[in-house]
């Protein structure tokens, strides 16, 4: 089933490209087709890559080859906490942690001997010892200097890691999202979903990187001090550990308390940019229904919610480090130390200056402990945040994106058999689409006629893939859409709807768009324009592929009578030659069109050539028919003609 073509038909393939130009040069005016022409022909790159797509496709290769391709990173999904997930994205950044742990190692020493030379050269300042007092300086300024060079490489290798792993974060979120189902998109804010990739995974790389630096430092000094601590003392060294068990129960609630804090605060952020982006995209009818003050209401709301959450953590974070850092630490243990101390001192059991090292160690060791503490919670929070981002990173879509079908020869015949579909949002509701079943032949056109929310836009929809029917089959040259390569499908068949949306760049790059798959980042023009010229780049950017089938919404509101017609013109040129299903707004369409096809409530009621409709008499019971929508129409527009 896949293409095949010898290598005589890479001429073909040419002649299929420069096709699909001149058909963009019925669609565009003649300077942006000269352009979009000589971008073609003499940009080495582009050329390169239109030779290349025809050398792919004469080997039944797809221009989609170029791209990474995107498949689900299946993993074996074994039931793992957050916090262990969150470890293992920092195992590809193995090598990047290590380099950083050994320059934390070899700074190790220099620091941990500062406090050693202070309490040394007070020593020998109170026995007159002017040699040691140089000699302890010199030692200490030489650890100093080690220290503060060693400290970039730390302060480096560690930041280097995090932007690795936000990286990482990022775009494997990202691939994942480009594989979602069209459902998922229907029900998640853009907002929201814009909210973990940005805040989301920098917060959690931020915070996991940090959290290997500090704990990997704080255990290794904390390590080092205690080791130094029982060799000087064992008694004083006891007296300074026996907080740790205290503080380790402190921490069981607070990191439980922690956990679920930061997700609630992620969640709220989510949800404030959610409405945000809702807002700000909606900017036209929020200014035309003068909402704007129910808007800042709302967004305020939202704010305030994850204002309070933000504070109650930061009130919880203070009592801690209160309680656990300043009081138990500094306050109790410092005091029992000099207390201590003093005593073993008085009693002659220990040295004065050993004193004065272990309060200078102690000082230390607290800067440490807080550290290892503030890791302890950054990681906790870090999970917390990480909760949403690792629930769509593990998100498998409902439906499969791709099938592996590529057929040699399209003809273009359009099935629905049997179709019936619900959107997955509101399967409570009626269905959109119930039991519709027609045929389109090879370059015949079929008009799709009927009320609003008849379901006329759910055929194109399932016809694109971008849902599958809960029952029946929709099909392409007789093979369902979902057995069709995704990208084999979409340049088989291109959809102009009413509202193009184009890409930010130039209107080379949005024609382009159709054919690269991918937006040539030349900048230039704005993608924005009137609605006639971005009608006219989306009809160029959807033949540029040469497709078999043209969906078609045709777009008359937004259109003065001028511009109707010249995208009028323009669409009756491209639809030659090709299966076309147009959403039908004009009689002129509807009159010459193949087969019509009256919908409503998501059931076709009627279907035949417009002589045909037009010769069925009105229903007895009133219901709609082809002629009463025809008489409707008539009468809105004021012209009772129009249907003789
Ligand atoms: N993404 C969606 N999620 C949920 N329901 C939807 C979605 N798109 C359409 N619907 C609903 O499905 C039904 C059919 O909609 P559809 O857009 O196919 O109608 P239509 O005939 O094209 O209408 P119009 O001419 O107004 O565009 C409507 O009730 C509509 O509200």
Known sequence: MHVHCEEGEVAESWLVAAAACLTASCVIDGGMLLRALQLLRKDEALSRLLHDVSVHTSSGGSMYEELPSLTLQEQEEKPRSNLQKLVERARPEFMWLAAGCLALFI?????????HFVSETIGALIDKDSDAVRSNITSFIIA?????????????????????????????????????????????????????????CAEMANDLTWVFRFTIEALVRIGGI??????????????????????????????????????MVQ??????????????????????????????????????????LNVRQTAISGLY?????????????????????????????LEATTLLSFMLYQGQLQEYFSNLLNSFTNLIKSAGAGAKVFELLGRRPRIKRSGLIKLTEVRGKVTLEHVSFCYPSRESLPPALDDVSFQVSPGNIAAIVGPSGAGKSTIFHLLEHLYEPSSGRVCLDDVEVSELEHGWLHRMLALVGQEPVLFSGSIESNILYGYYHRLLEDGGESGEGLQEKKQRIAIARAVIQDPKVLLLDEATSALDSESEALVQEALEHVMERRTVLVIAHRLSTVSRADVILLLNKGRIVEQGTHQELLARPLPPDGGLSYRTLLNRQAKALSDPDALE
């Not at 700074?107 to 406090?115: I, N, T, V, Y």
């Not at 970039?152 to 990482?168: A, D, E, H, K």
């Not at 900017?283 to 909402?291: E, L, P």
């Open 226 to 263: 205690a080791g130094y601590m029982f060799f000087r003392s064992w008694r004083l060294a006891s007296l300074a550990c026996s907080i740790i068990p205290i503080v380790a129960v402190v921490n069981r609630f607070y990191s439980a308390w922690m956990s679920k804090n930061a997700q």
């Open 321 to 349: 480090y209160m309680g656990v850092c300043t009081f138990l630490m500094s306050c109790c243990v410092q005091s029992s130390l000099l207390i201590y101390g003093s005593l073993l001192v008085f009693n002659g059991e």
């Open 107 to 115: 700074r190790l020493p220099f620091s941990l001997a500062l406090p």
């Open 144 to 200: 100093a200097v080690i220290d503060s060079l060693l400290d970039f490489w730390c302060v480096f290798l560690f930041g280097y890691t995090q932007q690795r792993l936000v990286r990482s974060l990022r775009i494997d979120l990202f691939r994942n999202l480009l594989l979602q189902d069209t459902s998922f998109f229907d029900a998640s804010s853009s907002g929201e979903i814009s909210s973990r990739l940005t805040s989301d």
């Open 267 to 308: 969640e709220a952020l989510a949800e404030a940019n959610g409405v945000a982006q809702e807002v700000l995209s909606s900017m036209r009818t929020v200014f035309s229904f003068a909402n704007e003050p129910r808007e800042l209401r709302r967004y305020e709301k939202a704010v305030q919610k994850h204002f309070v």
